[in-house]
């Protein structure tokens, strides 16, 4: 069963406008969230993250929204540039509070942004 | 910065050999990590480790050991390679947190 859920494989963008990426959840318990950006033939990379005591976090263009209640998060840029064309993974950790980080990622969403 | 070494960028394999995908992190990291990643099916979770000598099965651990002889390194075995043993591969490391760092993925092509 999956746990953390991305259900659009795709998204297409024009320059300057908004993206939206968002990501739902089945486990109450994750309580740390994080988005990764991959461009292909390389590994992911680390962009934003979210602890479940928070609502939101923004850092430059990109702020990550957590709603609880929902068990959905998503991440906006503002605002899109064609270099931000990459699969995006949303992951979340289940180690509950641990120390130790064990993260589980959803399926990706493919973003092109067209200048 | 982190940095997690991958020894191969691209693998082409036969049918039954034995594979090693190797795996260097240079920032005392506990946490190692294998994942693999399929078109559709994201990255699932093969192996950790949180110390040395020590392994934990992910999601998807059949047709796979790995090896942790030292901190820093930590290694993907394919016992006998199959061809839906296809994949990138890619390995991570983080400290205690949830931070990963990820190398830049090994491409294994089975024959």
């Known amino acids: 069963d999956q746990q953390v859920k991305q259900n659009s494989p795709s998204l297409s963008v024009q320059e300057g406008r908004i993206s939206i990426l968002n990501c739902d959840y089945t486990n109450s318990m994750f309580d740390y969230f994080l988005w990764y950006k991959k461009y292909p033939a390389e590994g992911p990379t680390f962009l934003i993250s979210i602890s479940s005591i928070k609502d939101k976090n923004e850092d430059g263009r990109f702020t990550v929204f957590l709603n609880k209640s929902a068990k959905h998060l998503s991440l906006h840029i503002v605002p899109s540039q064609p270099g931000d064309s990459a699969v995006y993974f949303c992951?979340?950790?289940?180690?509950?509070?641990?120390?130790?980080?064990?993260?589980?990622f959803g399926k990706g969403t493919k973003l092109s942004v067209k200048p | 910065d982190v940095k997690v070494t991958q020894s191969s960028r691209y693998l082409v394999k036969r049918t039954g050999e034995k594979v090693f995908l190797e795996c260097v992190q240079d920032?005392?990291?506990?946490?190692m990590f294998w994942y693999r990643q399929d078109p559709g099916l994201g990255l699932r979770l093969i192996y950790f480790s949180y110390d040395v000598k020590m392994k934990e099965k992910g999601d998807i651990p059949e047709g796979y050991s790995v090896s942790r002889e030292k901190k820093e390194r930590f290694s993907l075995i394919l016992e006998s390679a199959s061809t839906n043993q296809t994949s990138m591969y890619l390995c991570?490391?983080?400290?205690?947190?949830?931070?990963?760092?990820f190398g830049s993925g090994t491409r294994l092509t089975v024959v």
């Open positions: 991570a490391s983080s400290p205690t947190g949830t931070g990963y760092t």
């Open positions: 920032m005392d990291h506990e946490n």
């Open positions: 992951a979340a950790n289940r180690n509950y509070g641990g120390s130790q980080g064990n993260l589980i």
